[in-house]
């Protein structure tokens, strides 16, 4: 149109412009100075507003839209659609928005749609594109429907984001347990097969150490098929991806793959790709990447940065659980590596420890024969001689006894036999044998167990070397003063308590971490003798436990030391399912499986619960309750000791007590909770 710009679209910006130069005589719409008054109205008024809309009028359904539609949909069929039939403007998705426009002129009723799929042809290629709008009828002057207002809002950037999002979501949390590196790239693929609408395949290669690039996973990809062969080589000119030029580090784009793979998976679309990035897995502190990811592209979506960049985002999370899954898989096999060493050193101990003990028994019998031969008496220096070698051949042999039984403990095979005891009696029944012992070296020994209300249970020869370890422990590094051993009731729980205290040297504080840990001797102490394996304090740490109890110390430097040992009351004891009755003993394996009193079950159910030796590697195991760091911290069952919450029972609240009852496997670290 030529000429003066008509008043409907006088100073209504660039689209205004445009549409005055449309040629409107030739369409059914005729010369603008000549339109109806409501097709004036309603034309200023889309072209003034800033919302994206666009509208058809007349018999044609006349092409309109405004500024903001041009910029957000209309694309590269701007300023061609102004004024031409919205059925050829929209000519790719007619079938879907025909319909409605015909409902909106013959019944008068708006429609409404949110994130609807069309397929629009609007940047030289079909786009997956959503659409939020709304069609509304619109009336000339005389009330008649003659045309319809779409109010529009794009949603393709966001519905494609959200997908994504979602896609990368689930990429980074995937629930399945997985711990190698084949498992880590078979769960990440099966993530990927439910995001075929952003990539319609992939492919995982990894580098091997000849150079070549070997298939690790595939999504939507069946076996076999010519595009995921299971090895390209390095020097392959016809491979089916660039594996020698991935090794550089940058993403490839190739296309043509209709050509090469005519069968390729369409994913969710119609069509097949028709191109691929290739993009390397990074390693972490390496130039050379581990591998390449092939993502299909959505053909319908240009390859803009955003969606580079999500691919990128899934190479980049796909690298990093390889690379977690090859950390873990080496702390693995450095835990068994440790476990092999650990059960050769317990085997080692075990053994030595019957070598040694028969040389030393068949020297010890006739040495204590010749002391003890009346008829042929031995002269005064030969007596002296022997009973040197008695006695120290009898303390190598404690030694030897103490390593085995630690060896024993390691191995999971310490036998225990419980019985009810009168705690305070017997305690002061051991620690009286010192009484010669401390009064040869000028020391005093007080002992202070008056009779506790209750009666415990422990096994009698591990409660011994308890006591008998700890008053050694404070003679060989006490040189004045007393040594005091009592036994009463433990004012922090309810269970008794074992107090060896000496005046010797005292423990400093950087020791004390280290003091119940086998093989660990404080270097530079001035002590008695300097016999000892180091193993003493962790054997009473142990038997300790194997009763359900604690043992801690409190020391001073140059003030002495206390070892407190914390023994529940009653019948609650770790590592056991059930006490025996009063009166009655049984032998309870240190693994906790009693003998001849388990509950019938099946075969299948009592071989699941079978003690199994731990695979942990003895030297990395945990001393403290894993429920608490605090030695003082109880739990509800009233035990303190980290087995509790190891078994298979849970403690319930009664009238009478507590009593252990089955729970689940899934639930043993959760049997106790602090109070």
């Known amino acids: 149109m030529s000429g003066m710009t008509p008043d409907v679209f006088r100073g209504t910006g660039t689209v205004g412009e445009d549409l005055a130069r449309v040629d409107w005589s030739a369409t059914a719409l005729g010369d603008p100075t000549r339109w109806p008054r409501s097709l004036r109205t309603i034309v200023r008024a889309l072209l003034a507003s800033r919302f994206s809309m666009w509208m058809a009028w007349?018999?044609?359904?006349?092409?309109?839209?405004?500024?903001?539609?041009?910029?957000?949909?209309?694309?590269?069929?701007?300023?061609?659609?102004?004024?031409?039939?919205?059925?050829?403007?929209?000519?790719?998705?007619?079938?879907?928005?025909?319909?409605?426009?015909?409902?909106?002129?013959?019944?008068?009723i708006s429609t409404w749609d949110q994130a609807l799929l069309l397929f629009l042809?609007?940047?030289?290629?079909?786009?997956?594109?959503?659409?939020?709008?709304?069609?509304?009828?619109?009336?000339?002057?005389?009330?008649?429907?003659?045309?319809?207002?779409?109010?529009?809002?794009?949603?393709?950037?966001?519905?494609?984001?959200?997908?994504?999002?979602?896609?990368?979501?689930?990429?980074?949390?995937?629930?399945?347990?997985?711990?190698?590196?084949?498992?880590?790239?078979?769960?990440?693929?099966?993530?990927?097969?439910?995001?075929?609408?952003?990539?319609p395949f992939t492919l995982v290669y990894r580098y091997d150490a000849e150079g070549r690039a070997v298939i690790a996973g595939t999504a939507a990809v069946p076996e076999g098929h010519p595009a995921a062969p299971a090895v390209i080589e390095p020097d392959d000119p016809g491979a089916a991806w660039p594996a020698a030029e991935l090794r550089s580090g940058v993403p490839m784009v190739v296309d043509g793959l209709a050509d090469r793979f005519p069968d390729l998976p369409r994913g969710s679309w119609a069509e097949p790709p028709s191109a691929a990035l290739v993009v390397p897995l990074p390693q972490q502190g390496q130039t050379l990447p581990l591998g390449f990811l092939v993502a299909g592209l959505n053909r319908y979506r240009p390859l803009d940065e955003g969606y580079r960049g999500f691919i990128e985002l899934v190479a980049g999370q796909i690298a990093a659980r390889i690379a977690t899954a090859r950390a873990y898989e080496s702390e693995w096999l450095r835990a068994e590596r440790l476990a092999e060493l650990d059960q050769a050193k317990t085997t080692f101990f075990t053994n030595i420890s019957h070598e040694f003990r028969t040389p030393l028994t068949l020297l010890l019998g006739p040495t204590e024969d010749a002391l003890a031969d009346s008829s042929i008496p031995l002269p005064a220096e030969h007596r002296a001689r022997f009973e040197l070698v008695q006695r120290n051949g009898e303390r190598l042999l404690r030694l030897v006894n103490s390593l085995l039984d630690?060896?024993?403990?390691?191995?999971?095979?310490?036998?225990?036999?419980?019985?009810?005891?009168?705690?305070?009696?017997?305690?002061?029944?051991?620690?009286?044998?010192?009484?010669?012992?401390?009064?040869?070296?000028?020391?005093?020994?007080?002992?202070?167990?008056?009779?506790?209300?209750?009666?415990?249970?422990?096994?009698?020869e591990m409660w011994a070397k308890v006591v008998l370890n700890l008053l050694s422990n404070a003679l060989k590094f006490t040189f004045d003063g007393s040594i005091s051993v009592s036994v009463g009731p433990d004012p922090e729980g309810d269970g008794a308590l074992l107090c060896?205290?000496?005046?010797?040297?005292?423990?400093?504080?950087?020791?004390?971490?280290?003091?119940?840990?086998?093989?660990?001797?404080?270097?530079?102490?001035?002590?008695?003798?300097?016999?000892?394996?180091?193993?003493?304090?962790?054997?009473?740490?142990?038997?300790?436990?194997?009763?359900?109890?604690?043992?801690?110390?409190?020391?001073?430097p140059g003030k002495g030391s206390t070892f407190i040992?914390?023994?529940?009351?009653?019948?609650?004891?770790?590592?056991?399912?059930?006490?025996?009755?009063?009166?009655?003993?049984?032998?309870?394996?240190?693994?906790?499986?009693?003998?001849?009193s388990w509950p019938k079950r099946?075969?299948?159910?009592?071989?699941?619960?079978?003690?199994?030796?731990?695979?942990?590697?003895?030297?990395?195991?945990?001393?403290?309750?894993?429920?608490?760091?605090?030695?003082?911290?109880?739990?509800?069952?009233?035990?303190?000791?980290?087995?509790?919450?190891?078994?298979?029972?849970?403690?319930?609240?009664?009238?009478?007590?507590?009593?252990?009852?089955?729970?689940?496997?899934a639930n043993r670290r959760t049997c106790c909770s602090p109070t």
């Open 406 to 460: 630690f060896s024993r403990s390691e191995a999971g095979r310490l036998n225990a036999r419980y019985e009810e005891v009168d705690l305070a009696k017997y305690t002061a029944e051991l620690a009286s044998s010192f009484a010669t012992a401390t009064a040869r070296v000028g020391l005093a020994l007080n002992i202070d167990c008056p009779p506790l209300p209750d009666r415990y249970w422990v096994d009698q």
């Open 121 to 199: 042809e609007r940047s030289g290629y079909r786009e997956e594109s959503y659409h939020t709008f709304s069609y509304s009828p619109l009336t000339d002057d005389d009330g008649a429907i003659v045309g319809m207002l779409c109010v529009v809002t794009e949603d393709t950037e966001r519905v494609i984001g959200e997908r994504q999002l979602a896609t990368l979501r689930d990429l980074g949390t995937d629930p399945t347990a997985v711990r190698t590196e084949a498992e880590t790239v078979a769960a990440a693929c099966r993530q990927l097969e439910s995001a075929t609408a952003s990539l």
């Open 58 to 108: 007349g018999s044609e359904l006349a092409f309109f839209c405004n500024d903001a539609y041009r910029r957000d949909t209309l694309g590269s069929k701007y300023p061609w659609a102004l004024g031409r039939p919205a059925s050829e403007v929209w000519a790719e998705i007619w079938p879907d928005i025909g319909p409605r426009i015909d409902r909106v002129l013959k019944e008068g």
């Open 602 to 665: 099946s075969a299948g159910r009592r071989a699941s619960r079978r003690r199994r030796p731990s695979r942990v590697p003895a030297l990395v195991r945990r001393r403290v309750h894993p429920w608490s760091s605090s030695p003082t911290t109880t739990p509800t069952c009233g035990t303190t000791s980290r087995a509790c919450c190891n078994a298979t029972t849970a403690c319930r609240p009664r009238t009478t007590g507590w009593r252990p009852s089955r729970r689940s496997a």
């Open 500 to 556: 060896v205290a000496d005046t010797g040297i005292g423990i400093a504080p950087e020791d004390k971490a280290q003091l119940f840990e086998r093989f660990s001797r404080i270097s530079g102490a001035r002590s008695r003798s300097f016999e000892g394996s180091g193993i003493g304090l962790a054997l009473v740490a142990e038997l300790v436990d194997l009763h359900g109890g604690t043992v801690g110390v409190e020391s001073e």
């Open 565 to 596: 040992v914390r023994l529940p009351r009653g019948r609650t004891i770790s590592r056991t399912r059930r006490w025996p009755r009063a009166g009655r003993t049984r032998r309870v394996r240190s693994s906790g499986r009693r003998r001849g």
